[in-house]
């Protein structure tokens, strides 16, 4: 079977599960359309405020896709075919799922963060750690966004528009977006930058297709499914973790509330947090094919990787398949991505900070109080060599997805809803997060790869156990009319 076939497949199952699995979890969940939003029952100018629905589902994919869709696939390709699998499963069944209930909890809590969430459905431990971890996690995305994407345009530009130079103009767009109402910067610019994005997507998409007629473009032993890691590295629970935001990712709670202010209806969660979760699936799709087929080899894959990271791919593949001009859309579309989530993870680090300590934000000087000094440790920050501390993000971003898994499974199961839309998941992000900090030898505790996963599946049996004998038992203070 031909790339060009593989990559049709897997569209479409993406397109199946959105319409079938999507329409499940929907009704499952019980979107009620006559219920009011936070949009019209809180409106305040700022962060509240109604917007239309194509303008709330294009602002929802750009906040959640940053280099996540791109950069993890790419990764994940060394590992061969098998990654467009946790791709095509993990969006339908676990991504979307995630994203939905993050977003619609949200919209039943008064467009609460995902701290509150957490808190209202796993207790108030849980809400605090996770306040603080969703604020660190939050800022350091923002800080990483800034990076990738300012390398990124310095290839593209003359060397007096350097590294540092592009740091500066991203970190400025950042702190004015983060403080300026949401329809003004960021609901006026998104439009502009959704269509960057597409000319990347459908770019790429149509010249896959033109190379693969010509025969120049074929998945690298297409017919073995088994693992093709240069390192012999394993497929589990590595995969799990390399491919995030393309297939799942805890960072999307932390940004579906910020839409979840803005929705007119409770129907239309469907589209803009699940539907959208399937569109930066589609974006996984479209780099893990790039990966696997433009090499020719998991070893030439990974020689390019070594020699500028996943940018160096996207550069060397964006040239070489659409041309110089074709090309630097493309590149600037990949810069898109993590533009429209840094911007939004330093508003939404400014909001859990305010939630947690009631300050409203309808003034302008309250949110400069808070943005200031998170800028200032963001800039700081920047200045740090961020090797290792990526290492920890997809592992925490993970976790965090975990986590939130669970609280839409105890949101659900306290309903008696079929709570196994988010448990099954659950269960098995539980598996790969305990048996990968076991495994990672830099990071980790460097445990062998067998006992790691025995550790892991007897976590995840634990958990499971746990869930099942106290998820029904009310959190105090929990909102009950939700």
Known sequence: MSNSMYFILATVCLIVGYIVYGGIVSKVFGAQPERPTPAKTMADGVDYVEMPTWK?????????????????????????????????????????????????????????NVPAIVGYNL??????????????????????????????????????????FWVCVIFAYYFIATIMPIDKI?????????????????????????????????????????????????????????????????????????????????????????????????????????????????????????AGGPGNVVTESSMALMGSIGGVL?????????????????????????????????GIAPRLYLAVPMFLVGIFLSQVDFTIIWRYFGWANQTLATIMLWAGAAYLMRRDRCHWLCTVPAVFMTAVCVSYICYEPTMGFAISIDISNIVGVIAAIVAFVAFMMLGRKPVAGAPVNC
């Not at 869709?69 to 095509?88: M, N, Q, R, T």
């Not at 990076?147 to 310095?154: E, I, R």
């Open 56 to 112: 709330v589902w294009l602002v929802q994919l750009l906040n959640i896709a940053g280099v996540g869709p791109v950069f993890g696939p790419i990764l994940g390709a060394v590992w061969g075919p098998s990654a467009l699998v946790w791709i095509v499963i993990g969006t339908i069944f676990a991504g979307a799922v995630h994203d939905f209930m993050a977003g619609m909890l949200s919209v039943r809590y008064n467009g609460a």
């Open 123 to 164: 207790g108030n431990i849980a809400k605090q750690i996770m306040r603080v971890f969703a604020v660190v996690l939050l800022v350091l995305v923002g800080v990483v966004f800034v990076a990738a994407p300012a390398g990124l345009l310095a290839k593209l530009t003359p060397a007096t528009f350097n590294l540092t």
């Open 186 to 306: 960021i609901g006026n610019f998104y439009p502009v930058f959704g269509a960057i994005l597409i000319i990347m997507a459908v770019g790429m998409t149509v010249m896959m297709f033109v190379e693969s007629a010509n025969g120049t473009m074929e998945f690298y032993n297409s017919a073995v499914w088994a693992n093709q890691n240069p390192k012999g590295a394993p497929i589990f629970p590595l995969v799990f973790i390399t491919i995030a935001c393309g297939a799942l990712s805890g960072f999307h709670a932390t940004q579906s509330p910020l839409m979840a202010r803005c929705m007119a209806n409770e129907k239309l969660g469907k589209p803009v947090f699940y539907g959208s979760m399937v569109a930066e699936g589609f974006i996984g799709l479209v780099w893990a094919t790039v990966g696997m087929s433009f090499y020719h080899g998991p070893e030439a894959l990974q020689a390019a990787i070594a």
């Open 330 to 362: 493309a590149i600037l579309g990949v810069v898109v991505l993590p533009i429209t989530s840094g911007d939004t993870a330093f508003r939404a680090a400014r909001l859990t900070i305010a939630e947690a300590f009631n300050y409203s934000q309808k």
